[in-house]
């Protein structure tokens, strides 16, 4: 057992046994290296990573590679969800060093904890161009040996070059029609007008340039970024990349026609997901959408939700095959063969065509992802659910993939937002108590006493590490959704506590955002990065809920602090559209207000419910009645019923419309 053991991350505990002794991150690692005059390996990844567990098995699980590495380095392992700012940091000096990036990620450092030498996954044997990863240790070991001051150099200009990347802003001003109408042109260019989405292979879901698509259509009725939107959204919930039996989605499709994907299933691509069904259903009424968004969120509540009601961070890709070799994808993948055993000849047939399972396969060794070809012409729906049913129940005799339990703040506040709206759009109140459970386990485990928040925790254990921008930014997202949907202010409190905190700890001049706080441990950069990846980026996270707030609250600093951090999105938008999503839907937002929605009147009744429908792009919602209501949202405030009938109020920039009691005229006001 290595000094791995007792930590929190599921990934780190996976390797608590390999013969490597690990040190997790911590200045006692770099200085055991300076003791000992050695180099640090850093080994980043992460639990539902394939090849970080290929590479664990194939060179951390072996005694002659282990040996090696204690003898000649500090290996450090690091959970780049646990540390993200780590993670950045030195991701950044990768991909300016080679040109690429990726998990797992292999760095020399310096015990400066300065970089010298990178790479990702390293095979056992050299192959294809690349060395092997007994060739790379013996290879820095000489480097370090014999060329320390060659070693010194390297290190020290790769610090400074970091160091001396100053973040492009977009000047004065926050991005208007002209930024986002480039950004929409943008995107067109990129479109895949035959299978949807963006670019080609791999190809990522695009819920964030989507829900920018959805607002810029509410705000402007551009019927191209609607088009692009529901096209796109129609081809992934058709493809392998949704889970045709169990619902959620897949990490990213290996190709471009959305057939074949990488099979981890990560909290936060399902809960921007789901939302995004959501808010394409509400603007569509596409039934396709709706049952999306449901089983999107029914999966979450399913298989990632913890004990404690939190939500854990992902599955993995691979599970046991029947011959106890764990492999990608065979939990979720099926011959006609198998499809026979379960089903019998005649319902495997009509599986096989509606699922597009073939004799040749469309994966590995004959066997295929399940989707929806298309091709089948109408199909009986009870058949279909029987079934589905059916193959579901045997599926789950399976083994199942790995589960990283860790709940991590950012992903969960993402699944609050998505798992509120969800439930209020479609009369589930499940789904709200859900997401009302894990907003309460984000204030009573990662606030807790000391009033600043925790990455991450497991088992309703609080871990080590500090919550970044991100975790600021989502959480105060989630809690923003929440108080909208259940009308208790509380919740705007705390996502107001959150903000604060941003404003004290993350902001810098200008207007510009750090992913770390001013007081947090200092890494050879402060990590910065505006652009959105797999999820918002902590920069446009916070813009959002900054914004939200300020229109609940009419608070100008938060106000003022939402538009200067748009300032990038200005400069960003128009050139890298694919790479700032949230960040134009934020600024879609802005321009169109945002609308303010005061209902004075009962929490899910009639003018409440027509509200949380509209469509005009990030309006926020207070409702309640009684003398009290006022003291839970600032919005409602001197806004009496009309005629003792539940009221509603709309106003924007400043200025109100004569307030209504009739639920088509709110709507008509809200785009809906």
């Known amino acids: 057992m290595n000094r791995l053991a007792g930590v929190t991350s599921p990934y780190l505990l996976q390797h608590a046994d390999n013969p490597v002794d690990w040190w997790p991150w911590g200045s006692e690692a770099f200085e055991e290296a300076k003791r000992r005059d050695v180099p640090v390996l850093l080994s980043v990844g992460y639990s539902a990573c394939h090849w970080c567990h290929v590479m664990a098995h194939e060179s951390f699980e072996d005694e002659t590679v282990a040996a090696y590495l204690n003898a000649h380095f500090v290996p450090v392992k690091v959970d780049r969800e646990e540390r993200p700012d780590v993670d950045a940091v030195y991701m950044e000096a990768v991909q300016a060093a080679t040109g690429h990036g990726g998990w797992p990620m292999t760095v020399f450092l310096t015990a400066d904890a300065e970089p010298f030498y990178f790479g990702t996954y390293f095979p056992p044997e050299a192959r294809h161009g690349s060395p092997s990863f007994q060739q790379v240790l013996e290879g820095v070991v000489a480097a370090w040996t014999d060329r320390r001051e060659e070693v010194a150099e390297v290190a020290g200009r790769i610090v400074a070059d970091l160091a001396g990347r100053s973040l492009v802003h977009g000047g004065d001003g926050v991005p208007g029609e002209q930024e986002t109408a480039q950004a929409l042109l943008g995107l067109t260019r990129e479109y895949d007008e035959q299978h949807g989405g963006f670019g080609g292979a791999p190809k990522f879901p695009p819920s964030m340039a989507v829900e920018f698509l959805l607002r810029h259509y509410a705000r402007t009725g551009s019927e191209g970024a609607l088009q692009m939107a529901a096209d796109t959204c129609s081809a992934m919930a058709r493809g392998g990349i949704y889970d045709q039996l169990g619902g959620g989605f897949a990490r990213y499709s290996v190709d471009r026609e959305w057939v074949v994907p990488h099979f981890e299933k990560m909290l936060y691509d399902n809960a921007l997901l789901c939302r995004v069904y959501a808010h394409l259903w509400r603007t569509t009424g596409s039934d396709e959408a709706r049952r999306i968004a449901l089983e999107t969120a029914d999966f979450m509540v399913r298989e990632l939700r913890t004990a404690e009601g939190g939500f854990a961070s992902a599955l993995d890709a691979d599970s046991e095959d029947a011959d106890g070799r764990h492999v990608e994808g065979t939990f979720y993948v099926w011959t006609p063969g198998q499809l026979r055993e379960v089903l019998g000849e005649d319902d495997a047939a009509f599986a096989a065509a509606y699922f597009g399972v073939t004799e040749e ?49 950012a992903w969960n506040g993402l699944a609050i937002a998505a798992l509120a709206e969800t439930g209020a759009y479609f009369d589930r109140p499940d789904l709200v108590e859900r997401a009302t459970e894990a907003a309460d386990l984000l204030v009573r485990v990662h606030l ?12 309703g254990r609080a871990g080590d590490n500090a919550g970044v921008l991100e975790d600021y930014g989502d959480v105060a997202e989630g809690f923003l959704a929440l108080a909208a949907v259940t009308g208790e202010g509380a919740w705007l409190e705390f996502a ?83 790479f700032v999503g949230w960040g134009l839907a934020v600024a879609e937002a802005l321009l169109d207000g945002p609308r303010e929605v005061a209902v004075a009147g009962p929490v899910g009744g009639e003018l409440h419910r ?15 009645e009684g003398p009290g209501a006022g003291a839970e949202f600032p919005l409602l405030v001197d806004r009496p019923q009309v005629g003792g009938e539940p009221t509603a109020y709309v106003c924007r920039h400043f200025v109100c419309d004569a307030p209504t009691t009739d639920a088509g005229e709110l709507a008509a006001k809200l785009g809906g």
């Open 361 to 409: 396969g469309t994966f590995e060794e004959g066997s295929s992802v399940l989707r929806l070809p298309g091709d089948t012409g109408p199909v009986d729906a009870a058949r279909v659910a029987d079934v589905r049913a059916r193959l579901l129940a045997a599926r789950e005799e399976r083994p199942r993939p790995g589960r990283d339990d860790k709940v991590v703040a």
């Open 448 to 459: 807790g006493e000391v009033a600043r928040l925790t990455r991450t925790s497991k088992d």
């Open 496 to 578: 107001g506590f959150l903000l604060d905190i941003v404003l004290e700890q993350f902001t810098g001049e200008g207007g510009q955002l750090y992913d770390t706080a001013h007081d947090a441990e200092q890494l050879i950069r402060r990590p910065q990065d505006p652009t959105d990846s797999a999820t918002p980026s902590g920069w446009t996270a916070a813009a959002g809920a900054l914004l939200s707030y300020a229109a609940y609250t009419g608070s100008e600093a938060h106000r003022t602090a939402a538009e200067g951090a748009l300032g990038v999105v200005k400069a960003l938008g128009p050139r890298v559209p694919r």
């Open 610 to 624: 027509t509200a949380l429908l509209g469509r005009a792009p990030g309006a926020v919602v207070a409702a309640g």
